[in-house]
């Protein structure tokens, strides 16, 4: 009797690409703790990148906004909008003449309620974005390596968890055309000079030491890292400087976890508010009064 051999492959899932214009086959890493290693592009900074960075003080909050300026139709986006601050955002949208299609979240936070719900209220037509593993609702649910494209512009994602279980960094695209150097949008994964806590909604000290050395120290060293919260004044860092200056993330790993877990940081004051609302989008009421935040 001839006995045959039978050799199973698994493929990955092909990258999602959200609103490209031109769909090529993409291959997913095969796991979400694979390595991303790129090197710096020598072209010209991309003329088409229109970026603001806007402040929310009682949070210590930014939120980005990024449109493809050479487009017919102005695409942007919204990273980390907080809800009292929407009618500051939108109006600064209508100013630039800028058509906003995505409202994204790097993570659940904790210490804010999210504008996506109420910036889709007042925008028909926006949608809000934010991390499979977050196990939250939105309209568009990313995985590591999707594409958010805005225009001729795009956004590769990362999973970088440990301060919650759905953390991802925004990173613009490598190429002629795209932003130079690139930029890294890193929520509460990494802060300049620190990161997030990762004692509650399932962090993990380990599990975030490994995301930033894997996902974010991989990237080119000028990269420019832009947070989701700073507590002292800074508005942007680099690759370099942190893997030099992290005061953290320049320990090795048990090192690392022993700081994080001696921390002895107070209970989130927004949290049983922010993190139930965040949940479900941030959807509130359009005629209620934005929840007031608090820094931790």
Known sequence: MLRLSLLRITLPRPTTLFNCPTRHTK???????????????????????????LFEKESSTYTYLLADRSHPDKPALLIDPVDK???????LVKELGLKLI????????????????????????????????SNSQADLLIEAGDKICFGDLFLEV????????????????????????????????LLIRGCGRTDFQGGSSLQLYKSVHSQIFTLPKDTLLFPAHDYKGFTVSTVEEEMLYNPRLTKEEEAFKNIMENLKL?????????????????LQDVSAKPVEATSN
């Open 27 to 53: 291959l997913r890493p095969q796991t979400m703790a694979a390595s991303y290693t790129t090197r710096s592009s020598s072209h010209p900074r991309s003329n088409n990148l229109l970026f603001r960075q």
């Open 85 to 91: 601050m929407v009618e500051r955002d939108l109006s």
């Open 102 to 133: 995505y409202a994204m979240n790097t993570h659940v936070h904790a210490d804010h309620v999210t504008g996506s719900g109420l910036i889709k209220n007042k925008i028909p037509g926006v949608k809000s974005i934010i991390s499979k593993a």
């Open 158 to 189: 990362r999973a970088t968890p440990g301060h919650t279980l759905g953390c991802v960094t925004y990173v613009t695209g490598d190429g002629p055309d795209q932003p130079q150097p690139r930029m890294a949008f890193t929520g509460d994964a």
């Open 266 to 282: 107070p209970y989130p004051k927004m949290i049983d508010i922010a993190v139930p609302a965040n949940m479900v989008c941030g």
